[in-house]
Nanobody, 121 residues
């Protein structure tokens, strides 16, 4: 049974930083791409960032390019999302996901429970 557990969310002021983590268990982590998505109240779940199995390729939503960085540690079965220069519009529940490399939710088979990020202006 695959489990993805996010952590690191919280309340931060605009312009601040947060680092999200997502620890995976249940299958060989390095065999799968990882992604981060987010969902604000009343909105659809949007792609944020994705990383390939080895970490050699990454892709970002235009809205976060230059501010967010996705990375992974295959020895620790963990994917990270470093978020800098946070804006109020980044407020959402952030989900990590595991599956195939890409930006579409359908490409990811397993999802975490989500962690709340709130950016105050």
């Amino acid at each position: 049974q695959v489990q993805l557990v996010e952590s690191g969310g919280g309340l931060v002021q605009a312009g601040g930083s947060l680092r999200l983590s997502c620890e995976s268990s249940g299958r060989t982590f390095s065999n799968y791409a990882m992604g981060w998505f987010r969902q604000a109240p009343g909105k659809e779940r949007d792609f944020v960032a994705g990383i390939s199995r080895s970490g050699g390729a990454t892709v970002y939503a235009d809205s976060v390019k230059g501010r967010f960085t996705i990375s992974r540690d295959n020895a620790e079965n963990t994917v990270y999302l470093q978020m800098n220069s946070l804006k109020s519009e980044d407020t959402a529940v952030y989900y990590c996901a595991q599956g195939s490399y890409g930006s579409r939710p359908i490409q990811y088979e397993f999802w975490g429970q989500g962690t709340q990020v709130t950016v105050s202006s």
